[in-house]
């Protein structure tokens, strides 16, 4: 599964594993890759609130929120 163009990034919880982008609330993990808009390799760090973000997710075992694989830094951040 993944979402097509660009979502907002809406709020950051790494604390707690948790991203909201585009109002839908995502689970990140160690396994959370990122990627800044250049392509090299990023941090859940570097996300910040208003961001434009492209997302991979991947469905999670049992219920809960649904995984980040991967986050792309959209260009002009």
Not at 38 to 66: A, D, E, F
Request: glycine content about 12%.
């Amino acid at each position: 599964l993944s979402s097509k163009g660009s979502q907002e990034v809406d709020h950051v919880d790494l604390k707690n594993g948790l991203i909201v982008i585009g109002d839908i609330q995502f689970r990140t993990t160690s396994a959370t890759r990122v990627y800044t808009p250049t392509g090299s390799s990023g941090t859940l760090q570097q996300l910040r609130k208003g961001m434009k973000v492209q997302i991979n997710t991947v469905k999670p075992t049992g219920s809960g929120s649904p995984v980040v694989s991967e986050i792309r830094i959209v260009p002009g951040n």
